[in-house]
């Protein structure tokens, strides 16, 4: 099935762009969504196993964060100095990462070097080696991450809201673990994860860049093929049915606060979701045009930067935002952010509002097609969260096709200011 998207570049001047995507099915059933571009020698691919931090196992809380960072510390037959340098020699980067709802992988490299580059993936990904010496080396520098992001009065909010906010769901526990389950992880443990979550049926894989769809197959099965098949199953996220609402203070020894505060929110296949984005652009999310920035930043000179932001997952989604600020101010700029949400709520936005809204959202989409790295993470984006792949054709019909009424409406069901949870962090009284 291929899927024509014309988007306009406007930049000098105006460009049509043709995004050609298309399915493919290797001979031993590995799915994955491809562009071709060949105006480049280069090749990137956004690939994700679900599961990410949400499965860490009780009281080893961080191994999904160990996973990833050891994968390029050496596999088959090479150490991790050997490792590094043939990714250096093949022009070839690779990153990994875990969330707390996916493990993922970003991987590019040079065209003529695909071969041996998609081999040291495959050998990552299926040959980890987890030697001892690198296991510790690893191991202490998540702990001194732990430190310092404890140290860091934002990150320490942050973690603080999520620690809080999502009560007993899973996704309360810290992506890097904590300073004791981090000690608790041993090699067995780390290879259970890649043979547990690794597997067929759990991998979304988008693609763009200089190769054809027939060569891409052949390289999705050397690359994936001795992956167990796996059961979904295993991978099922529990949505997120309750949260915590109020506030939660901690004293902390600091001239600034640092605030986090969100609700539920909406899952990206909502119907009702572009429409809270566009209203949320309006109250947060719009940074210096933004009703949040306006009142207090620009008007009352409170905070640098405030901002709100709407964050789907696995589990539903939330909307999400933060401000930091002198300790004398957070009262003022609480009352004054909780007023604009009620406001929001009540009265909705402007016809003016929204059309500059959704010029900045069809606008903006055309930033995603800016590389092969930009579009491969797209695609996979929009396989994760099942989205179709005739999504590139109506995404802009689906902007456009908001009505005012519409949008107003579901701000009042969205906004809910008596549901907000602010986790604020300092020295404020």
């Known amino acids: 099935m291929i899927v024509y998207v014309f988007l306009f570049f406007f930049f000098n001047s105006i460009n049509l762009f043709a995004l050609d995507v298309e399915e493919i099915v290797s001979d031993k059933n590995i799915r994955a969504w491809i562009v071709e571009d060949n105006s480049i020698p280069i090749i990137s691919m956004n690939l994700t196993f679900k599961g990410g931090a949400y499965f860490d196992p009780l009281t080893k809380e961080g191994t999904s964060t160990f996973v990833a960072a050891l994968l390029d510390e050496g596999a088959g037959n090479l150490s991790s100095k050997e490792f590094k340098e043939e990714m250096n020699d093949l022009g070839m980067k690779i990153d990994f990462r875990s969330s707390k709802d996916e493990f993922s992988i970003t991987f590019q490299t040079i065209s003529k070097n695909k071969k041996k580059s998609f081999e040291l993936l495959r050998r990552a990904i299926l040959e980890p080696r987890f030697d001892s010496e690198e296991i510790e080396k690893i191991r202490n520098q998540i702990i001194s991450s732990i430190k310092i992001n404890e140290s860091n009065i934002r990150s320490f909010s942050s973690q ?32 259970e994860y890649i043979k547990f979550f690794f597997t067929k049926s759990n991998l979304i894989i988008g693609i763009s860049g200089d190769i054809s769809k027939s060569e891409m197959k052949k390289q999705l099965d050397s690359t994936f093929g001795d992956l167990p098949k796996g059961d979904p199953k295993n991978f099922i996220i529990k949505e997120i049915e309750k949260v915590k609402t109020g506030e939660l203070r901690i004293k902390k020894k600091s001239p600034q606060t640092s605030v986090f505060f969100g609700h539920i929110g909406l899952s990206r296949d909502d119907e009702k979701y572009f429409a809270a984005r566009i ?8 940074g210096f045009q933004s009703k949040l920035y306006k009142k207090i930043r620009e008007e009352n000179g409170l905070v640098y930067s405030i901002y709100s932001y709407l964050l789907p997952n696995a589990g539903g989604g939330i909307i999400l935002g933060g401000f930091q600020t002198k300790n004398e101010n957070v009262k003022t700029t609480l009352k004054l952010l909780k007023k604009e949400w009620s406001k929001i709520r009540e009265k909705g936005i402007s016809q003016e509002e929204l059309d500059n809204a959704k010029s900045y959202f069809i606008g903006s989409f055309s930033r995603s097609f800016s590389s092969t790295k930009s579009i491969a993470a797209l695609l996979n984006t929009v396989q994760t969260y099942k989205l179709g792949i005739d999504y590139f054709n109506k995404r802009s019909k689906i902007i456009k096709d908001l009505d005012l009424e519409f949008v107003n409406n579901v701000c009042k069901d969205f906004f809910k200011p008596s549901e907000l949870f602010f986790t604020i962090v300092g020295d404020s009284s």
């Open 160 to 191: 603080q809201f999520e620690k809080n906010f999502y009560l007993d769901h899973k996704f309360s526990r810290n992506v890097e673990g904590s300073l004791k389950s981090i000690k608790n992880i041993k090699k067995p443990d780390l290879e």
């Open 279 to 286: 209203a949320n652009y309006v109250l947060g999310g719009g």
